[in-house]
């Protein structure tokens, strides 16, 4: 068994020795990217499972083990690894944990000392944490990422997000069901087979990739039949994790829309782009700024080669680059505000809506102070200035009942789709505003799942706005 070392803080390390016999767990936040990722560790002889455990007995163990004032996120990761540990699926003397460390100021940077504090407490510090991050933030022997481990996980996100873009745009109009989840496998392994010839991890290749990438999601067999697209914003991990956001993206489909999540590519540049504004305003070394400089342009130019190969079928709809979102921030915050999500929640919601996906479901931890500023508190200032945009703003918590925030996500798509007959019915003749669905649903439900606050920023049509007025003395009533 292998031997535990620790370094001079007391820190416990992550040995070469371990990295012959333990397994790592990780946490999955996006199922495509990470599924890739976790492949791309083992290319590299790591051990590794990913936790797709998704039941009520997780959020428990964070409870339990995590301060109930921690936001959501590090509390449902936290309690993911420690309930897995505590199943007796693994071998509890040769098992390591890994989670990303961002760097930023949020508690993102700190959720490892919160995990190797909740070991402590469940009796399992001799479990050692491996941190993954890019800012030199802890070091460990047994777990190096070398130059092609990086280009490999960068690689992954990049396709990942082509991946998931395009699959979206295709899942709830394909003829064939499950056409779109073949093709999504079918490119996974097709990479992940050309990373192990250190293949498609060039320019030149990747181009070549997505074209291919996106002429096959342009053949698979669709029917384009008009549906609610809903934007998916907020907070990282409840935004893209199915475990954090209660299968948001499933409900969605069941619904009948179309779920438009932005990428994962945008927040990289964002937190690289966070260094060079530290730069700005804070000053910094020449050579660090240069080198971060040529970090972004790099990222970038994959990203414009990206939205390029998607532009070429207008069937699809392209993301705009990260210049874009970035300038239309501009009249709405600082870019110092950059905890979190930063300004980039903001700008991801104005992206949607100049592309005309309006109906937005902004998506809200508790406990994460930055992103209720730049996620929630912008929504008022996004409304003044479009009108016509439908952001619901959603809690995600140890106590939130799921039906609850279905029943809010329903009340924001009756809104969109008492609109879209509305378009429909002003193109054809004096038909009916509302459809009979949105107003039933309306009676019945608005009362109970909606706060007036919440209302006012819904812009609800006339005859829901009764209701919020007598849902309003409800509340007070009770
Ligand atoms: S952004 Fe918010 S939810 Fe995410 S780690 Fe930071 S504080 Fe927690």
Same mark, same amino acid.
């Given at each position: 068994?292998?031997?535990?070392?620790?370094? @001079?803080?007391? *820190?416990?390390?992550?040995?070469?020795?371990?990295?012959?016999?333990?397994?790592?767990?990780?946490?999955?936040?996006?199922? =495509?990217?990470?599924?890739?990722?976790?492949?791309?560790?083992?290319?590299?002889?790591?051990?590794?499972?990913?936790?797709?455990?998704?039941?009520?007995?997780?959020?428990?163990?964070? +409870?339990?083990?995590?301060?109930?004032?921690?936001?959501?996120?590090?509390?449902?990761?936290?309690?993911?690894?420690?309930?897995?540990?505590?199943?007796? *699926?693994?071998?509890?003397?040769?098992?390591?944990? %890994?989670?990303?460390?961002?760097?930023?100021?949020?508690?993102?940077?700190?959720?490892?000392?919160?995990?190797?504090?909740?070991?402590?407490?469940?009796?399992?510090?001799?479990? /050692?944490?491996?941190?993954?991050?890019?800012?030199?933030?802890?070091?460990?022997?047994?777990?190096?990422?070398? +130059?092609?481990?990086?280009?490999?996980?960068?690689?992954?996100?990049?396709?990942?997000?082509? %991946? =998931?873009?395009?699959?979206?745009?295709? *899942?709830?109009?394909?003829?064939?069901?499950?056409?779109?989840?073949?093709?999504?496998?079918?490119?996974?392994?097709?990479?992940?087979?050309?990373?192990? @010839?250190?293949?498609?991890?060039?320019?030149?290749?990747?181009?070549?990739?997505?074209?291919?990438?996106?002429?096959?999601?342009?053949?698979?067999?669709?029917?384009?039949?008009?549906? =609610? *697209?809903?934007?998916?914003?907020?907070?990282?991990? %409840?935004?893209?994790?199915?475990?954090?956001?209660?299968?948001?993206?499933?409900?969605?489909?069941?619904?009948?829309?179309?779920?438009? =999540?932005?990428?994962?590519?945008?927040?990289?540049?964002?937190?690289?782009?966070?260094?060079?504004?530290?730069?700005? +305003?804070?000053?910094?070394?020449?050579?660090?700024?240069?080198?971060?400089?040529? +970090?972004?342009?790099?990222?970038? &130019?994959?990203?414009?080669?990206?939205?390029?190969?998607?532009?070429?079928?207008?069937?699809?709809?392209?993301?705009?680059?990260?210049?874009?979102?970035?300038?239309?921030?501009?009249?709405?915050?600082?870019?110092?505000?950059?905890?979190?999500?930063?300004?980039?929640?903001?700008?991801?919601?104005?992206?949607?809506?100049?592309?005309?996906?309006?109906?937005?479901?902004?998506?809200? /931890?508790?406990?994460?102070?930055?992103?209720?500023?730049?996620?929630?508190?912008?929504?008022?200032?996004?409304?003044?200035?479009?009108?016509?945009?439908?952001?619901?703003?959603?809690?995600?918590?140890?106590?939130?009942?799921?039906?609850?925030?279905?029943?809010?996500?329903?009340?924001?798509?009756?809104?969109?789709?008492?609109?879209?007959?509305?378009?429909?019915?002003?193109?054809?003749?004096?038909?009916?505003?509302?459809? &009979?669905?949105?107003?039933?649903?309306?009676?019945?439900?608005?009362?109970?799942?909606?706060?007036?606050?919440?209302?006012?920023?819904?812009?609800?049509?006339?005859?829901?706005?009764?209701?919020? @007025?007598?849902?309003?003395?409800?509340?007070?009533?009770?």
């Amino acid at each position: 068994m292998a031997k535990l070392i620790y370094d @001079k803080n007391g *820190r416990l390390l992550f040995t070469k020795e371990m990295k012959e016999e333990y397994t790592i767990l990780m946490p999955q936040m996006l199922p =495509v990217h990470f599924g890739m990722m976790k492949r791309c560790l083992e290319m590299e002889g790591y051990k590794v499972d990913m936790l797709t455990t998704n039941h009520r007995a997780i959020v428990n163990t964070g +409870l339990k083990y995590v301060h109930n004032d921690t936001c959501y996120p590090a509390l449902l990761v936290i309690g993911q690894l420690i309930e897995a540990i505590q199943s007796g *699926r693994y071998d509890v003397d040769k098992t390591a944990l %890994i989670i990303t460390q961002t760097g930023g100021g949020c508690r993102a940077s700190n959720y490892i000392h919160l995990l190797r504090k909740a070991l402590k407490k469940a009796g399992l510090e001799k479990i /050692p944490v491996i941190s993954i991050n890019l800012s030199g933030l802890e070091k460990n022997p047994g777990f190096k990422l070398n +130059l092609k481990l990086i280009m490999r996980l960068v690689y992954s996100m990049v396709y990942g997000d082509i %991946i =998931v873009l395009l699959a979206n745009q295709c *899942r709830p109009y394909e003829i064939e069901k499950g056409a779109t989840d073949k093709m999504v496998e079918f490119w996974e392994n097709e990479l992940l087979s050309q990373f192990e @010839k250190s293949e498609g991890l060039g320019p030149a290749s990747f181009r070549e990739n997505l074209a291919r990438i996106a002429e096959d999601f342009a053949n698979i067999p669709v029917v384009r039949v008009p549906k =609610v *697209r809903v934007g998916v914003v907020g907070e990282i991990y %409840i935004k893209y994790s199915p475990f954090g956001n209660n299968n948001l993206e499933d409900f969605l489909l069941s619904e009948d829309c179309e779920p438009v =999540v932005p990428g994962l590519i945008d927040f990289i540049l964002f937190k690289i782009d966070n260094r060079l504004v530290d730069a700005d +305003l804070y000053g910094s070394n020449i050579f660090k700024r240069a080198v971060v400089g040529l +970090l972004k342009k790099y990222i970038s &130019a994959r990203q414009h080669e990206l939205i390029a190969a998607v532009r070429k079928y207008p069937q699809f709809r392209a993301p705009e680059p990260f210049e874009v979102i970035k300038a239309n921030v501009k009249d709405y915050l600082g870019y110092g505000n950059k905890m979190g999500e930063g300004w980039l929640l903001t700008g991801e919601m104005l992206e949607l809506i100049n592309d005309g996906i309006v109906d937005i479901v902004c998506t809200q /931890p508790f406990g994460c102070l930055p992103n209720h500023i730049v996620g929630k508190g912008m929504i008022r200032a996004i409304k003044n200035r479009h009108p016509e945009s439908n952001i619901v703003a959603i809690d995600y918590d140890p106590g939130a009942t799921k039906i609850n925030q279905e029943n809010r996500i329903k009340l924001m798509l009756s809104n969109a789709r008492a609109r879209m007959e509305k378009e429909r019915s002003s193109e054809h003749a004096d038909a009916p505003v509302l459809t &009979a669905d949105a107003e039933t649903y309306s009676d019945k439900e608005y009362s109970r799942s909606v706060g007036a606050e919440d209302a006012d920023i819904l812009d609800l049509p006339d005859t829901q706005a009764i209701n919020k @007025k007598s849902s309003s003395t409800n509340t007070v009533q009770q």
